[in-house]
Structures are given as C-alpha cells and as structure tokens.
C-alpha cells in the first residue's frame, strides 16, 4: 500500500485518478480548495477509512508524509482559468513550488498534470514532446499557458538540481463523467446545450481541431507514468490522436443525444489554437500506453452522466 498525495483531487480528472487508486489498494490524500473541482465528485470515495480529504490551497505550503504526489491542482478550463489570472499563475507556479519542496523534503516521486497548452497555436502537426511551441506570453491565456510551463521549467530544474524523481505528462483535451455542467469546456458544453435542446456555440467557423481523450484511458497512463522507470521523466504527451474539427464535434453530438439544437456561430476567442493532435510515439514506446476508447463510445457515457445530472 502506498500512500499518495492528489492535489486538484476533487476536480474532473483528479477524482477519477483518486477513485483508481483507491481501487488498487492505496492510501490517499486528496488536496484541493475547490474552486472547480466538488465534494460530489469524490462523495463515493469518502467511506473508505484509506481516502482523506484536506481542503488546502497550494499556493500555500503543506506537510505531509507520502509516497507520490500526482499535482492537478488547476483549474483547466479557459473560462475558469482566466477568471482570476493572477490567482492561476499563483496556483501553476507557487504551486509547483510548493509541491517540489515538500517531494524534495520527504523524497517523493512527484507527477505535473502539464498541458498541450505547452505548444501554443502549434506550428508543427501533431505535435511531438520535443517542439517548443508557439505561445503568446501575454495573452488571455498565458496565465494558465505559461503557468503552465514555468512549473515544467520547475519541475526540470529540480531534477537537475536535487536529483528529484519527477514524471511530466502532457495531458491533451481529455472529457468524461465528472466535468462540471458549467466548465465552458467544449465537450461538457456542446452535451449540455444539445440535452436541453439549445443552441449549439460553434466559437469561430468550427474548423479549428481538438483530439478528444476518453478520461479512463488518460488516468491509466498517468497511472503507468508514475510506475515507470526512474529514467522515464517526460515530459510526455498522453491523449488520443485522433483529431476532430469542433464542427464535426457538435454534429456528432447532436446525432448521438437525438437533439433538435441549432448550431450557431460565436466569436472565436482570442488565441484560440487552430490546430491540435498529439504524438503519441513517446508514450507508446516508454510506458506502452495508448488511448483505447474511441470517441462516440467516451461520448455516450458522459452523455449519460450529463443526463443523470439534469434529473
Ligand atoms: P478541474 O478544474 O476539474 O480540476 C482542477 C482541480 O484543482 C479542482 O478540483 C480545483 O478546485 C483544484 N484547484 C484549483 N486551484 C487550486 C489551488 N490553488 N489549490 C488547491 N486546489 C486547487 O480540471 P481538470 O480537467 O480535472 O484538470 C486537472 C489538471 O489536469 C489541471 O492541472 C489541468 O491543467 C490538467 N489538464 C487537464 C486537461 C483536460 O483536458 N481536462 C488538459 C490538459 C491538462
Ligand atoms: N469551443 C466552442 N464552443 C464552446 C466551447 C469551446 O466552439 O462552447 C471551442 C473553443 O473555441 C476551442 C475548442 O472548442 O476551439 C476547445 O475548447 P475548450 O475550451 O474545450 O479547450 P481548449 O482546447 O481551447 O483549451
């Protein structure tokens, strides 16, 4: 039994990570100040004597006694995270501060939930681990961007520095049961708008592509990555390949939840990135993992979960 930190553990994927892990047998702390994530996400977890919860912001330092830490605490969501920018910088980079400090002091292996918001409005497609991307380093979405990529800067120089035994995931557009209603994400938003037959918000022409990642085989591979080799630290790109234009995206659901939704056309926000696929060679060869859900399989059971929602 191995005991494990989960920060942002009430949120979307932390929750379904909490979940698994309890299944395997460990012992867990769940951080989180839940300013996205809910104690309904992880109410089911909360009768196991081996699942405790710390409400606890990270920009905060904390001390605990654990094994691994996996660090999620984030809010992912475009809306959210430039709802208070500041706040998301604070939470990306004091955050991964505080995280190392306390997997440095007590020698833990620690995890970065990173982003493909890494590669920006990529120029290279799809994107492979080693481009840099092409980020704008003072738009709506840099606080959470380069947040984001200050931690992998972190993360990195911690290893070099204090030998830490870090993991780095790239996690890529990811959807499942346990998003919330309101998230502004494209998935949740598109099934919620078609379950109550309303207009569908197409932002821009709907072109512009996403790769969509079914959350139980994106929690296996972060759950792979943490049991890999020492010598496997990423960062690594963990999604699924297979890439849809947003368009494409609101039809299907519309077919899938037999809605009468309209789709209609909205601004495309600012930065909004054109195109977006991972390489997944790198996670293939060094954790052999793979995404195996395709995407109307993913996207009928969180339609399930969104209609249980609206009862
Ligand atoms: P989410 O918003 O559902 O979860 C984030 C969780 O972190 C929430 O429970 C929130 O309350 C908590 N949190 C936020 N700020 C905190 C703070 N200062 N202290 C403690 N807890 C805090 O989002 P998610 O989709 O579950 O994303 C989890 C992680 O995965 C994030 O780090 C995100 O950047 C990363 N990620 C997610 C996706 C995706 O498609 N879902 C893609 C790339 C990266
Ligand atoms: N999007 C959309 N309608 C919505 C929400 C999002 O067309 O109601 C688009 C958004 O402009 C982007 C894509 O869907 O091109 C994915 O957006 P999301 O916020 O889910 O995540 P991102 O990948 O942009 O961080």
């Not at 977890?45 to 919860?53: C, D, I, N, R």
């Not at 919620?192 to 994106?218: E, H, K, P, W």
């Not at 519309?254 to 060679?281: A, F, G, H, Q, V």
């Not at 060094?286 to 859900?293: C, L, S």
């Amino acid at each position: 039994m191995k005991k494990i930190l989960i920060t942002g553990g009430a949120g979307f994927i932390g929750s379904h990570l909490c979940k698994k892990l309890l299944d395997e047998g460990n012992d867990l702390v769940c951080v989180d100040n839940y300013f996205t994530g809910s104690k309904e996400n992880i109410s089911q977890l909360f009768k196991s004597a081996y699942f405790e919860v710390m409400r606890h912001d990270v920009c905060f330092p904390l001390y605990v006694e654990v094994d691994q830490i996996y660090n999620l605490a984030c809010p992912a969501s475009p809306v959210h995270y430039q709802h208070d920018p500041v706040q998301t910088t604070k939470t990306s980079v004091h955050g991964a501060i505080n995280m190392l400090g306390l997997a440095k002091r007590i020698n833990a292996r620690i995890l970065q939930a990173s982003t493909s918001e890494i590669y920006g409005d990529p120029e290279i497609h799809p994107q492979k681990e080693e481009y840099w991307g092409n980020v704008n380093p003072i738009g709506p979405r840099s606080c959470y961007d380069e947040g984001k990529r200050c931690a992998e800067t972190l993360f990195f120089d911690y290893q070099r520095q204090h030998k830490l035994d870090i993991k780095v995931v790239r996690i890529f557009n990811t959807y499942g049961p346990n998003m919330h209603p309101n998230d502004g994400r494209v998935v949740s938003n598109f099934i919620m708008q078609a379950l109550q037959n309303q207009d569908i918000t197409v932002y821009g022409d709907g072109n512009q592509t996403r790769s969509f990642c079914y959350i139980d085989d994106l929690v296996n591979g972060m759950i792979k990555m943490m049991s890999s080799s020492s010598k496997v630290i990423g960062p690594i790109n963990l999604g699924n390949p297979t890439e849809y234009k947003i368009m494409d995206l609101a039809k299907i659901i519309i077919e899938l939840t037999k809605s009468k939704s309209k789709i209609i056309k909205r601004n495309l926000p600012l930065d909004d990135p054109m195109r977006r696929k991972p390489d997944i060679s790198e996670a293939k060869d060094a954790i052999d993992w793979e995404p195996t859900t395709d995407l109307q399989d993913g996207l009928e059971q969180t339609i399930e979960y969104f209609k249980n929602k609206l009862k």
